[in-house]
């Protein structure tokens, strides 16, 4: 999602949403008006009311003396000199004086109280009700709050079923957001919005100022949940643990937002970087937690199994522990945790606890009670008197029938231990008066319509020998596009890549590092089985109604995680019907003629991906981004797990020659009638000894999906 894409966006959120829309255009009404009023009155040199009243007394002073007579020979009236024409409101000084008034004005008007409006009304009513809701709506959207779905997950593939997945949020983003947003109602500005400036200088202000010791806090990074525990324990408990404790009195919240944002999605923002971050655990919520009587329960033959758990009258261990399997104590061999075991109630004991009659299944409190108590005493595997209750009671029983209540924890590897409060200013209300012309008129003022984007350091491709970000500008083979948009289809006949007797891989015995699987968007990644079999479902239709997206989905092997190895290009060769001339001839996976919308990487845009065409193949290149001749990327980080890219609406080539294909279908393994393209994917990688490359090959299975398998 581009810059101009959140300055669209905010401007559409602002227009839809009526209460803002009218807010925002009564307080620019008022603004202005009062500055313009103002302005004038100062470069017409005219008196505030103040002085008027102030000079009332001494005037009425002077018409009393008068009527009593002391009064002076008439003198003829002069005629005054000509009025100077009053100066346009478009001149630069008088728009400086109107961006000081504005200034002056808005801060005033977002006064409650004593101190700036902070959307708790703490210290008074706020000076204008319009400003409150402007506020609201600027914090809120910092927040998230109403921003579309789509445009904080462009592509579905990024938040799968049953995954967690954690972010940052792009500033630069938000602020173009808001200044779309603050740009409705300008009627009047051509150049520089000032007032607009004005209400984010102000925001800026509030943003800044601490309250109780603690600055607003601004989201900054979250995690997204997505899972079927959200639907089925709406309440789940979720707890933020951070590594750096605040100062007592001035503890920030742990966490800045919870939002829902469907059945089995929630979303959850920080305001402090992921380095902090202690761990989050998922909990059960403790209203959920049961009794559970024993492990195993069944009525013919009458069997009950039951474990119990270790209770402490005294010396209990220190924090948390398991009370199921407790460790030996050292030194203490007559209550050994084998002695524990060995006379754990037999069947024929504790299927006295329970009534095994159908009618009735009912627990014999009173036996398995004093059963329990009397094991605990006797047994307990450590020391003699650190259970000592000989009657049996309630709290006894309810803790041994006690279900586990679960959990789910989350802990990252790096931790950074100093302490980080960060401040938020949205761009451009720093200095709003900066950017206005003083001297010469003719020149308008720098216009604030769209912020400059800054860039992230941390998206530079890094260099291995100075550690430093290279520029992102990838180098284009001729007659490509830009790759910031979606690159289409250029017709350059490049033979497709091949290993050669002069590119053997030699004694560096180099191995692929990547795999690859090929799947319509629609379906998801396919099943991989050990005995090489295909899921029933994993095949490309080739008589869809509708064109669908492929994916290829690129993800690097574990066992390259630790590897040295330079990667320089992935090339893959997908065959269209002009492999059919070969001998012999290919399974085509595309037509010929594709025209679509192009190739996109879907998440790592560390990586270019060009689309070629040859005579047999649809080439797809996939280059780091580098601003260096000789560009490679090292894959012994997380930067490479995977180089997913997703071609848009191909049409899949008709079925020319099927074979029998094994296909498991409801656990059973068969071979059925497919068509089967295959793939070559090159890895190109930068080793001492020259560039080499490796090429691996992959298949994809075609069937026509309106055509049933024999015996279905």
Same mark, same amino acid.
């Given at each position: 999602m581009s810059y101009s894409s959140a300055w669209e966006l905010g401007k559409m959120l602002a227009i839809s949403d009526g209460v803002f829309n009218a807010a925002l255009m009564r307080f620019r009404s008022e603004v202005r008006n009062f500055a313009e009023s103002l302005a004038r009155k100062q470069a017409a040199n005219m008196p505030d009311a103040a002085k008027v009243v102030r000079e009332i007394v001494p005037g009425v002073g002077q018409i009393a003396s008068?009527?009593?007579?002391? #009064? #002076?020979?008439? %003198?003829?009236?002069?005629?005054? &000199? !000509? =009025?100077?024409?009053?100066?346009? @409101?478009? %001149? =630069?000084?008088? #728009?400086?004086k109107m961006t000081t008034i504005a200034q002056d004005r808005v801060a005033h008007l977002a006064i409650a109280g004593n101190s700036i409006y902070d959307g708790l009304y703490k210290d008074g009513k706020p000076n204008s009700t319009d400003w409150t809701i402007i506020h609201n709506w600027v914090y809120n959207k910092m927040y998230l709050l109403d921003i579309p779905a789509h445009y904080l997950i462009p592509d579905p593939t990024f938040?799968?079923?049953?995954?967690?997945?954690?972010?940052? +949020?792009?500033?630069?983003?938000?602020?173009?957001? @808001?200044?779309? %947003?603050?740009?409705?109602?300008?009627? /009047?500005?051509?150049?520089?919005?000032?007032?607009?400036?004005?209400?984010k200088a102000t925001l800026n202000v509030y943003l800044s100022t601490p309250s109780d010791g603690i600055v607003p806090q601004i989201p900054s990074c979250g995690f997204i949940?997505? &899972?079927?525990?959200?639907?089925?324990?709406?309440?789940?408990?979720?707890?933020?643990?951070?590594?750096?404790?605040?100062?007592?009195?001035?503890?920030?919240?742990?966490?800045?937002?919870?939002?829902?944002?469907?059945?089995?999605?929630?979303?959850? /923002?920080?305001?402090?970087?992921? $380095? $902090? @971050?202690?761990?989050?655990? @998922?909990?059960?919520?403790?209203?959920?937690?049961?009794?559970?009587?024993?492990?195993?329960? !069944?009525?013919?033959?009458?069997?009950?199994?039951v474990d119990l758990k270790h209770l402490f009258t005294q010396n209990a261990p220190d924090g948390s522990w398991d009370p199921r399997d407790q460790e030996d104590p050292p030194g203490d061999t007559e209550h050994r945790l084998a002695n524990w075991i060995s006379n754990l109630p037999k069947e024929s004991e504790s299927h006295k606890w329970y009534n095994f009659d159908p009618e009735s299944r009912m627990m014999n409190v009173s036996i398995m009670a004093g059963a329990i108590n009397t094991f605990l005493n006797k047994y307990q595997p450590l020391k003699p008197g650190i259970y000592s209750d000989s009657v049996a009671n309630a709290c006894e029983l309810a803790l041994q029938l006690n279900n586990p209540s679960y959990y789910f924890f989350i802990r990252p590897q790096v931790q950074n231990m100093q302490n980080t409060v960060r401040v938020r200013n949205i761009f451009g209300g720093d200095n709003p008066i900066a950017d206005i012309p003083v001297e010469d008129d003719s020149q308008g003022a720098k216009s604030d319509d769209a912020p400059d984007p800054v860039p992230d350091p941390s998206s530079g491709v890094l260099d291995p020998a100075q550690g430093s970000p290279q520029s992102t500008i990838p180098t284009m083979p001729t007659g490509t596009k830009s790759p910031s948009q979606p690159t289409r289809m250029t017709t350059i006949e490049l033979p497709p890549v091949v290993a050669s007797p002069q590119n053997q891989l030699g004694p560096l015995n180099l191995s692929s590092q990547f795999t690859l699987s090929i799947f319509p968007d629609y379906k998801g990644p396919p099943i991989p089985f050990k005995d090489s079999a295909f899921?029933?479902?994993?095949?490309?239709?080739?008589?869809?109604?509708?064109?669908?997206?492929?994916?290829?989905? *690129?993800?690097?092997?574990?066992? =390259?995680?630790?590897? !040295?190895?330079?990667?320089? $290009? *992935?090339? *893959?060769?997908?065959?269209h019907e002009g492999a059919l001339t070969q001998k012999p001839p290919e399974e085509p996976l595309l037509l010929s003629d594709y025209d679509g919308p192009g190739a996109r990487?879907?998440?790592?845009?560390?990586?270019?991906?060009?689309?070629?065409?040859?005579?047999?193949? +649809?080439?797809?290149? /996939?280059?780091?981004?580098?601003?260096?001749?000789?560009?490679f990327i090292p894959i012994n980080d997380t930067r490479?797990?995977? #180089?997913?890219?997703?071609?848009?609406?191909?049409?899949?080539?008709?079925? $020319?020659?099927?074979?029998?294909?094994?296909?498991?279908?409801?656990? +059973?393994?068969?071979?059925?009638?497919?068509?089967? =393209? &295959?793939?070559?994917?090159?890895?190109?990688y930068q080793t001492t000894a020259g560039d080499k490359i490796v090429p691996t090959q992959w298949f994809v299975i075609k069937k026509d999906n309106l055509k049933k398998d024999p015996g279905d």
């Open positions: 008068k009527s009593n007579g002391n #009064v #002076v020979e008439p %003198a003829r009236m002069t005629g005054g &000199s !000509q =009025a100077p024409v009053p100066p346009r @409101l478009d %001149a =630069a000084h008088m #728009v400086q938040l799968p079923i049953e995954s967690l997945r954690f972010f940052h +949020i792009d500033d630069t983003w938000i602020d173009c957001l @808001l200044d779309g %947003a603050l740009s409705v109602a300008n009627h /009047l500005d051509r150049d520089s919005d000032w007032i607009r400036q004005a209400i949940l997505r &899972s079927e525990v959200v639907k089925v324990m709406p309440d789940m408990k979720i707890t933020i643990e951070w590594s750096n404790k605040d100062a007592v009195g001035h503890e920030r919240h742990e966490i800045c937002r919870y939002t829902r944002m469907d059945d089995q999605t929630i979303m959850g /923002l920080f305001d402090r970087p992921f $380095e $902090e @971050l202690e761990g989050i655990t @998922l909990a059960q919520p403790p209203h959920q937690q049961n009794f559970c009587l024993g492990t195993n329960l !069944q009525i013919n033959p009458p069997t009950l199994n899921d029933s479902d994993d095949f490309c239709p080739t008589a869809h109604p509708f064109l669908y997206d492929l994916v290829f989905s *690129i993800r690097k092997s574990p066992k =390259a995680r630790g590897s !040295q190895f330079l990667l320089k $290009e *992935i090339l *893959i060769n997908i065959p990487m879907l998440s790592n845009q560390r990586f270019v991906i060009f689309l070629n065409r040859t005579s047999k193949y +649809i080439t797809a290149r /996939l280059i780091p981004r580098s601003g260096l001749d000789n560009l490479t797990n995977e #180089v997913t890219f997703r071609l848009a609406e191909p049409y899949i080539a008709p079925i $020319e020659k099927e074979i029998g294909v094994m296909v498991r279908t409801n656990g +059973i393994v068969k071979k059925r009638p497919r068509a089967q =393209a &295959s793939i070559m994917m090159y890895e190109k």
